[in-house]
C-alpha cells in the first residue's frame, strides 16, 4: 500500500469511526463528536511538522528520535494525524558496562481535537490519541572479563533480536501561530503499552518512538509547524 492511500485510508476509517460512535452516544457527547455548525468550509488544508525535542536528544544524548507529522485540518476542529520517526540508542552502562543499541521507525496514527470555544481562531488547545507501533532489531553485549572466583571469562552477546512493540499515546497540546503558515506547538503525551514481543529480553532498555521504557510514561514534543 503507498503513502498516499494509507494516508486516504486512515483517514476515512477514522472519520467512519466518529460518524458511527456519534449515534450512538447520548446528547452530550453527540454534541463534542459534531462539528460546529457555521459558513467555514469541512476542508482547512493540512500542515507539516518536526519535532525539536527528539531531535535535540538525538544530538546531545545516547538515544533519540527524529519525527514528522503529517495533520489534516477539518473545519479547524478535528485532526486526522499520522506521524512517524527513526528511533535510535547507542548506549553503555556504566555500572554494569553492558552496551545495547538499537535503530528503527516507527509509526503513529491518530486524531486531535479542537478544545477551544473559537475553533476558527490563530491559536488551539487540543486533547487527541495515538496507535504507534514498531519493529525493531536490538544488540547487546557485555565486553569479556575474567570472573572474580572461577576467573573464566564472563562475555555476554545478543546480536539482531527481533522484537517488536504497540503502545497508545494520550495527548494534549498547544498550536500558537507565529506569522503566516508558521506555528510552533508543544504537547504532553501519556504513553502506555498495549503488546509487545522482545526476544529473549523481560523488556528492552530503548524502543524506537516510546522512549527509554520503565523511565516514565510521560514525554512531550516541541513542533515546528508549517500550514500548506
Sequence with gaps: MTLK?????????????????????????????SFQKDSVPMFRGFAVSFDLVGAGLMAFSDNGQYEGALR???????????????????????????HYSTSAPYFKIGIDKNLLKDKH???????????????????????????????????YGIKDAQCNFHWIEAVVGVDAKIFGPLHLGWSIRYKRRIAHKEGEFEKTWYVPGFGIYGDTRLGGTFNVIIDI
Design 5 to 33: 492511500r494509507f494516508i486516504y485510508t486512515s483517514i476515512l476509517r477514522a472519520t467512519i469511526s466518529l460518524v458511527v460512535l456519534s449515534a450512538a452516544l447520548p446528547s452530550q457527547a453527540q454534541k463534542f463528536f
Design 121 to 155: 481562531g490563530a491559536n488551539r488547545l487540543y486533547g487527541g490519541l495515538r496507535y504507534a507501533f514498531t519493529s525493531y532489531k536490538v544488540d547487546i553485549f557485555r565486553p569479556d572479563f575474567p570472573d572474580p572466583v572461577w576467573l573464566w571469562d564472563t562475555g
Design 72 to 98: 489534516i485540518n477539518l473545519h479547524d476542529e478535528w485532526f486526522p494525524i499520522i506521524e512517524a520517526g527513526w528511533g535510535k540508542a547507542n548506549h553503555n552502562d556504566e555500572v554494569t558496562k553492558i
